[in-house]
């Protein structure tokens, strides 16, 4: 209340009794209200915090479980790992075996060369020996031809040979 408005005012004592009774019982009726909303709020409260006991009670309830799942997850990536080492393994030993393949097969291919080029070489060979062994029989026949006939003409020669140092006796 302001000063000014006192004094304008001129009230009886049971009239100032009665305005203070009147702001009491309005305070009184407002810490009613106040005094209400922190009973709903302390209600609140209590509803919140045994939802909070009964988040936690479940919290501990699921911890061992939590914890197995946990576990159990590490478990499933160390074996996710494994699988991916031996994977990357597997990968490594198929391109090795696939190289491996590849140097066989450009051996394989250099040993049919190196057999095709001996067939070949063979074919030569047999080709000359045959046309050495033509040759070499026909100058064995041209060369025994001349060796007879000139064996011939030896064998008369020793037999002229033999007629004159050995001359017939003559009968006179």
């Known amino acids: 209340m302001n000063p000014d408005n006192t004094q304008k005012h001129s009230a009886s004592d049971s009239e100032k009794l009665s305005l203070i009774l009147t702001g009491v019982q309005s305070l009184t009726v407002r810490f009613d209200n106040v005094d209400k909303r922190f009973n709903n709020m302390e209600s609140r409260l209590d509803i919140i915090d045994s939802r909070l006991v009964h988040v936690e009670r479940t919290v501990n309830e699921m911890q061992p479980v939590l914890q197995k799942a946990v576990t159990d997850i590490g478990h499933l990536q160390e074996g996710q790992r494994q699988l991916q080492e031996s994977h990357q393994q597997l ?3 198929h391109q090795q075996l696939q190289e491996s393949q590849l140097q066989l ?3 394989v ?6 057999q095709r080029q001996l067939q070949v070489g063979q074919e030569r060979i047999s080709a000359e020996v045959y046309a050495l062994s033509h040759d070499v029989s026909e100058r ?9 006939a000139e064996v011939k003409n030896l064998d008369k020669r ?3 040979l033999e ?5 017939p006796k ?3």
């Open 163 to 167: 007629l004159n140092s050995n001359p």
């Open 140 to 148: 064995f026949m041209v060369l025994s031809g001349a060796t007879a």
């Open 158 to 160: 020793v037999t002229r």
């Open 109 to 114: 291919l250099q040993v049919q060369d190196g």
């Open 91 to 93: 990968q490594e030993s």
């Open 105 to 107: 097969h450009k051996t």
């Open 170 to 172: 003559s009968q006179t």
